[in-house]
């Protein structure tokens, strides 16, 4: 589909500049002015679940209450299909789904302009931290912008979660998400249990 916005463009782009040899497919559920309908967000996951999709990455969330039902029907029904699903937790301090539900790999914002750098985030519900300031993302029609938010952090760790399905294919999304806690940078530089604090960015 044709990307009226850049963000799913930007996204798409991030995951193919860390897993090249992913094959990546796109659902548009997001409007010109980067928002859509409840209506899109549960028939495009749907859709992505039922297609038994690896990894789903979700730049986006929403804070209608009367979705949350039904997007932790879906995302429960995604964990034992072995769809991970990849959430960008939202940039305002509101309630949203689904990135805090514990069937996702929840993913917030750090600083550091390295896009294989993340970090294990010791104060829940955010689990993980990647590059999400001024990230240089693909624009539609060629070109790099810079773009700040967790929906491009998000990005980053469904590349490495690519990477990571393709050289152990078997894991189960409640093994990846074990995998990228032993792998983070604040866990593995100062062995299990150790880590410091990180404190998301919104």
């Known amino acids: 589909p044709e990307d009226t916005t850049g963000h799913g463009t930007a996204c798409a782009g991030l995951i193919r500049g860390l897993a090249p040899r992913a094959s990546i497919s796109s659902l548009r559920i997001l409007g010109n002015g980067k928002s ?21 990455n979700l730049s986006l969330s929403t804070s209608r209450p009367e979705l949350r039902g039904a997007l932790a029907e879906l995302c429960d029904r995604a964990y034992f299909r072995r769809c991970t699903l990849i959430t960008a937790a939202h940039n305002l301090p509101v309630e949203s789904f689904p990135w805090n539900f ?13 896009p294989t750098r ?8 955010v689990e993980f931290c990647a590059f999400g300031v001024r990230v240089p993302v693909a624009a539609p029609g060629g070109g790099v912008t810079r773009n700040t ?13 690519a990477l990571v399905l393709g050289k152990h294919p078997w894991l189960t999304p409640f093994q990846l998400k074990s995998v990228l806690y032993h ?6 530089a100062r062995g299990v249990g150790g880590g410091k604090d990180v404190t998301p960015l919104a």
């Open 36 to 56: 859509g309908t409840g209506a899109a967000m549960i028939a495009g996951l749907s859709f992505a679940i039922e297609e038994g999709f690896d990894v789903i």
């Open 183 to 188: 792998c983070a940078a604040n866990v593995s």
């Open 149 to 161: 938010g967790n929906s491009f952090a998000a990005p980053h760790i469904a590349g490495i979660t």
């Open 118 to 125: 993340y970090y294990y985030n010791v104060t829940p519900p």
């Open 102 to 114: 514990a069937s996702v790999i929840s993913v917030a914002s750090h600083a550091e302009p390295d």
